[in-house]
């Protein structure tokens, strides 16, 4: 039988009577606080506030198409019920919007962050993350991270003039680092923020550091892990690399996707209401930490998941990357990556910023820029198309497998 944990009893009256008393959270991030490139565009109005603005910018962000066929954990599975990165998500910001509502925070700043926070996210997941910042890293000194990217694709590629506060979210969303407390520090203009995202290109453990300018920042936090802690056991069961009767800790936080939503969601709440911070109790915390590493080992780290990426993606990786960026150095104006990378991002952010600038960036960059743009199935063509008689080749296990 599953266990679901509620608000206490003394909570829910007085989240009842600050409702009847109009009392609103004096934590909250206002409209009045932000802060964009250009403070001039894209100003506030009864229909649109600013965050509602940050959201529509991200959903109608053509990157944004792509969630659909970004890898969530399993890649190679022929499978419509595993879960794609879009659905990530949307499950990351109904959660935290959730626990917003209660709290009393900014939602549409809450749905900003969480539908933009992954949208600079390589295909093939974190794997694709690893292989493209090592290729960075070995050609420049510099790092790759996707929640750097994220930033990147939203404020540089894109120029949508997106909040500093919407930014910021999602720069520091981090869902591989748990912490049991989150406390936002003050974050007063871009010229901070700047250095922020360098920091994390010139020293990858920067990334750790970083630390949300709002509490709606640090739920999404939170939720990130919230959101996939359950969803990918329950995908893991679908890909039979784990059954109905592989052991995970119980504890207080639950076992079962809907569990730990619903179990978390209350602890954050009840530790939570009223104070500038988010919270989780030390049991809860430990749940989700016990969790987490539960997962790494028995999904995560699973060398059938793992071999498949080390063997062919990762060549294809290093093939793809050193072709295109022979291509840019030599102007190849024929090259795929000018007429599908280049010209398109020129042709999403023409009316803001000078067309030749983007070609006038680093080389690395701009085919960095490109690799992490890709769905999986873009990839996987691309290399095809580049070379058609490699070896390399991704088997995928099929809708009828399990029929054999």
Known sequence: MLTYSTLSSELQEKIKADRVLGKTNPYRCSDKQVLRRNNERDKQNLWRTSFVRDTEKIMHSPYYNRYADKTQVFSFYRNDDITRRALHVQLVSRIARNIGSILGLELDLIEAISLGHDIGHTPFGHAGEKFLSELLQSETGRHFNH??????????????????????????????????????????DFRVFDQKVENCYVDKNNVNTLIPSTLEACVVRVCDMISYLGKDRQDAKKAQLINNKQVFTEGVIGTENAQIINNLTVNIIENSYGKDYIMLDKDHFHGLKTAKDENYALIYNDESINKSYN??????????????????????????????????????????????????????????????????????????????EDKYKIKYVSYFDDMK
Not at 149 to 170: C, E, F, K, P, Y
Not at 327 to 352: A, C, G, L, P
């Open 147 to 188: 929640n750097v990217h994220s930033v990147r694709v939203l404020d540089n590629l894109s120029a949508r003039n997106i909040s500093l506060q919407t930014l910021d979210g999602i720069l520091c969303h981090n869902g591989e680092f748990e912490q049991q407390e989150y406390r936002p520090c003050s974050l007063t």
């Open 311 to 388: 063997e062919n993606i990762k060549p294809m990786f290093y093939k793809i990357y050193y072709k295109l960026l022979k291509d840019v150095k030599d102007k190849k104006k024929n090259s795929v990556i000018y007429k599908h990378h280049i010209k398109f991002v020129n042709n999403i952010r023409k009316h803001y910023v000078e067309e030749s600038s983007y070609t006038d960036e680093e080389p690395n960059q701009i085919v960095v820029d490109y690799i992490a743009s890709m769905t999986d199935d873009y990839f996987i063509d691309l290399y095809s198309y580049l070379f058609p």
